[in-house]
């Protein structure tokens, strides 16, 4: 409903002459993304406004179709994950002390790993409203802090360098920036321009802050290669590319090539990173649901034999 709202307005104010992307600028500029307006006005400028729409079309495609890959590859793992805390709080808090009812009722030597059962339940029970109110209490400092610029900067840059999920934050900023590099050029932009708006393309708060630096580098009449080099924020292949892309004056056609292959890269990461991380959820799950099972058939077997 809002988009039909802005585009009803975008349409009144074209019938009385407006331009399309000032429009859409001033009217949907709080969700549409920076590309759509630039690739707009750039179609509008070089007289090509079709080919403006049918080249943000396959971007867009493009992008939703990967962001789409990562979330569905995400999204098991992340439930069965908060699955597994809320079955282990329902075992440790209601089931487990069912059965240490009978044992202290049987008056008999418990084994070791029933005493720790019994000591892990026993935390659980008497400080469930602690342990949840100190996870609403770091889950709304998290927030907080993230919502700072120097949070926002520190939690982007430790990101990167999470095992496993760093490959794959290096990796995406990667594909953004040569998809969105080639779709502003390819509109007719400036390199400044492409530049300064591919970095508001990148998620990674870091790394999009340093891409937005480069476009002072340009200015100052530097090669986007050697700054990209310095500034090294972006993979070195993606580097070596734009170079070879400002040496042969192909620049659009080179950053497509190294977009597909960063697009591959990074739906193979993530399917590493899912066949590495499901066997690890199920492992913890197994092994704890054996650590229960063995404590307390430890001690039944203990009561069985002392009758």
């Known amino acids: 409903k809002s988009l039909q709202l802005v585009l009803k307005e975008v349409a009144s ?6 331009s399309l992307s000032a429009s859409f600028e001033e009217r949907g500029g709080d969700f549409l993304p920076p590309t759509f307006v630039e690739t707009i006005r750039a179609g509008e400028e070089s007289g090509n406004i079709d080919k403006a729409f049918a080249t943000m079309h396959e971007h867009f495609d493009k992008q939703v179709k990967m962001s789409t890959r990562v979330k569905s590859a995400f999204a098991y793992p992340a439930f069965v994950f908060v699955v597994a805390i809320v079955v282990v709080a329902v075992l440790m808090v209601k089931v487990v ?15 070791l790993p029933t005493k720790m059962l019994i000591a ?17 209490v770091l889950t709304i400092a998290y927030k907080i802090y993230g919502n700072t610029e ?10 990167m360098k999470i095992p496993i999920l760093g490959e794959i934050v290096n990796l995406g900023a990667a594909s953004q920036f040569a998809n969105s590099m080639a779709t502003m050029l390819g509109s007719g932009l400036p390199m400044t321009r492409a530049l300064s708006i591919t970095a508001k393309t990148i998620d990674n708060y870091f790394i999009s802050t340093e ?4 476009t002072a580098k340009l200015e100052e009449g530097h090669a986007l290669c050697p700054s990209m080099r310095e500034a090294d924020i972006l993979p ?10 400002e040496e042969t004056g192909e620049m659009e056609g080179t950053l497509k090539t190294i977009a597909g292959y960063y697009d591959s890269e990074l739906e193979m990461a993530i399917n590493a990173a899912m066949e590495k991380l499901e066997p690890a959820i199920l492992v913890f799950l197994a092994g704890f649901a054996g650590f229960i099972v063995v404590a307390i058939y430890m001690a039944m077997f203990g009561m069985y034999a002392a009758m």
């Not at 002390?97 to 084994?111: G, K, N, S, V, Y």
């Not at 892990?120 to 609403?136: E, K, P, Q, V, W």
């Not at 070195?236 to 892309?245: E, Q, R």
């Open 13 to 18: 104010d074209v019938e009385t002459g407006r």
């Open 97 to 111: 002390p069912t059965f240490l009812t009978i044992f202290d009722e049987a008056d008999a030597e418990l084994p």
């Open 120 to 136: 892990m339940s026993n935390f659980f029970r008497d400080n469930i409203l602690l342990l949840i109110g100190i996870a609403a």
């Open 150 to 159: 120097s949070g926002r900067m520190n939690l982007a840059k430790l990101s």
């Open 211 to 214: 891409v937005g630096k480069l």
């Open 236 to 245: 070195d292949i993606l580097v070596d590319m734009v170079g070879v892309g």
